[in-house]
């Protein structure tokens, strides 16, 4: 009997939620994960878990079972680590959870670079504008562009992103050049990203905020396809500069009021469970990661 690997169970169960969810993670069946909880249970001769069919609930003797199992795993794991780091090559999967038109543009050429380095690395990266539940979904980390609140999660910067205005030179022939916020308000249309705040954040000259509202020409939740309607002379677009740095070097589009845009800097992050233990190739994954872009990315606009 592996107690150490009833530990590594109970805590996937745990954090996945069930033991169906435990079962698929693990690339097992159900049975055998319900048997090895059970078995657990007797030969502690506690009751860990509450079960019903919907639900499962950790008893006071679980919780404390639990926390105690994570220190145990991470003390052995960074054990290894330790043993291991100087000598042996970077293997294993890593499983990444990343937004759609960044990771495409910006974290594809990154992962491929590691992944030469790296050959014994295997990546299985999920693409995906939605935010990953990362423990319930066995994620080991994901890459989040926002202002993040506080989480469950811990989070490393691993470089600067900032919001920029911008708009195509034909759109302004037609609609004119806004030269303060106020005047945006005068027959401006905006290029809405779906979970932004339908009014924008500037400074006056006397360095107060100020939110202008405008009517939005069109909604889509993938920032390339705003950028791409906004080229199309459709509207102003305030979007992250990673995904329009391009056409503003091609003069394709026009930033506008950049020394007035208020809090405009949201950054790149890699986040991952506060309780799980970080393995050495996630850990050099995003050392890699930080270094790769730096503190001033490629694909910063300099006004």
Known sequence: MNQFEDMQTFVRIVEAGSITKAAEQLNTVKSAIS????QLEKRLGVTLLTRTTRTQTLTELGKSYYQQCLRIIEDVAEVESHIHDEHCALAGRIKIAAPLSFGLSHLSPALLQFKEIHPQVIFDVDFNDRQVDLIEEGFDLAIRIARLKDSSLIAKKITSIK???CASPGYLKQYGEPKTPQEL???HVKLQYSSSPESWSFRDD???YVHISIPSAMTANNGDF???AAIDGQGLIMSPDFVCYKPIKTG???TLLCDNIGDNEINAYAVYP???HLSRRVRQLINYLSQYYGETPYWRIEH
């Open 206 to 208: 006397e360095g107060k």
């Open 252 to 254: 394709q589009l026009k």
């Open 163 to 165: 919001l920029v205005l």
């Open 274 to 276: 506060k309780n799980r």
């Open 35 to 38: 048997r090895r909880l059970n």
């Open 226 to 228: 705003l950028c791409s």
């Open 185 to 187: 308000k005068n027959g």
